[in-house]
């Protein structure tokens, strides 16, 4: 999510979310693939169309699509590998869900909502 959200964030997260918010929102979820901690924007919910692999897929009442806001090059120059999406991992149910991302209050010099998508 760099440089929307960078390493050393401080987030406040409202784990209550019972359904998946809207497009643009940021979220925390555990990975499909790993079961980590990731964090991710909401590019779709439940029951839109988003393109993938070679054609588009429609998600399920309880799926979202989720992506990252950097693109491999930025991801590179901050020390990570390319973004790991649903891209990669496809559609997030809502059991896997965390919460919605509010706000950024720390550093200091960060504090504040977060940014828009950067692409």
């Known amino acids: 999510m760099v440089p929307a959200i960078e390493p050393g964030d401080w987030l406040v997260v409202n784990p209550l979310a019972s359904s998946w918010p809207r497009r643009g929102a940021v979220v925390v ?27 588009y897929l429609t998600l399920a009442p ?3 699509w989720l992506v990252a806001d950097a693109p491999a090059a930025a ?6 590998g390319p973004p790991i999406d649903s891209t990669r991992f496809g559609p997030v149910s ?10 950024r209050y720390g550093p200091l010099r960060r504090f504040g909502r977060i940014a828009g998508a950067h692409a």
Do not use: M, Q
């Open 62 to 64: 309880d799926e979202a």
């Open 94 to 103: 809502r059991d896997r869900l965390v919460g919605r991302v509010l706000f």
């Open 75 to 80: 991801t590179a120059a901050a020390g990570f």
């Open 29 to 55: 979820f555990h990975e499909p693939i790993s079961d980590a901690l990731a964090i991710k924007r909401v590019e779709a919910g439940p029951g839109e169309r988003v393109r993938f692999a070679d054609g």
